[in-house]
T-cell receptor, first 113, second 114 residues
Framework: KQEVTQIPAALSVPEGENLVLNCSFTDSAIYNLQWFRQDPGKGLTSLLLIQSSQREQTSGRLNASLDKSSGRSTLYIAASQPGDSATYLCAAGNWNRDDKIIFGKGTRLHILP | EAQVTQNPRYLITVTGKKLTVTCSQNMNHEYMSWYRQDPGLGLRQIYYSMNVEVTDKGDVPEGYKVSRKEKRNFPLILESPSPNQTSLYFC?????????????FGPGTRLLVL
């Protein structure tokens, strides 16, 4: 059964720093890996989607990488801003008979002004 | 505007009183699903639907029902709500399942069962 883990659960960094959020998964038979942002009390917004055949995706200051062999994905945020403060979740889409999407519990990020 | 809508956004009810949370998408998506989000447990899938009249259980289906009579709608039904179903519920949709498909989420429904 697929398990998705995000460590740390919470992270505080000063504004302007570059940072990396980690996501690990136990079953490499995934068809994609998505990163989402969730603001308090709000829904999820998709940030980046990496297909299983891809190694990375970039959008503005965000870069997500995928290493299926090691079961890891990272989300790199460059030049962090207070507006980046949110919870970031990763989700693995699985090629199995259930076609389920499994979420990590998220990393709560706080950018200090 | 392409979106997933949920109603109601907030709901307080009592144990045993049947309720329905509606979900609608205007993107002609085939795949729709329901999640609940609880502190310390993260997002867990309740039910999903690959297309009209096709539904399947997720990880936590007990106490819930769904139906998919039309492509755009995927209501979540709690026949006899209990306090352990107090949670934040999200509906999501995607064009299909597959490597390139992004999921779009609704704004969430916060449910309190007394």
């Amino acid at each position: 059964k697929q398990e998705v883990t995000q460590i740390p659960a919470a992270l505080s960094v000063p504004e302007g720093e570059n940072l990396v959020l980690n996501c690990s998964f136990t079953d490499s038979a995934i068809y994609n890996l998505q990163w989402f942002r969730q603001d308090p009390g709000k829904g999820l917004t998709s940030l980046l989607l990496i297909q299983s055949s891809q190694r990375e995706q970039t959008s503005g200051r965000l870069n997500a990488s995928l290493d299926k062999s090691s079961g890891r994905s990272t989300l790199y945020i460059a030049a962090s801003q207070p507006g980046d403060s949110a919870t970031y979740l990763c989700a693995a889409g699985n090629w199995n008979r259930d076609d389920k999407i499994i979420f990590g519990k998220g990393t709560r990020l706080h950018i200090l002004p | 505007e392409a979106q997933v809508t949920q109603n109601p956004r907030y709901l307080i009810t009592v144990t045993g009183k049947k309720l329905t949370v509606t979900c609608s998408q205007n993107m002609n998506h085939e795949y729709m699903s329901w999640y609940r989000q609880d502190p310390g447990l993260g997002l867990r899938q309740i039910y999903y639907s690959m297309n009209v009249e096709v539904t399947d259980k997720g990880d936590v289906p007990e106490g819930y029902k769904v139906s998919r009579k039309e492509k755009r709608n995927f209501p979540l039904i709690l026949e006899s709500p209990s306090p352990n179903q107090t949670s934040l519920y999200f509906c999501a949709s995607s064009l299909a399942t597959g490597p390139q498909e992004t999921q779009y989420f609704g704004p969430g429904t916060r449910l309190l069962v007394l």
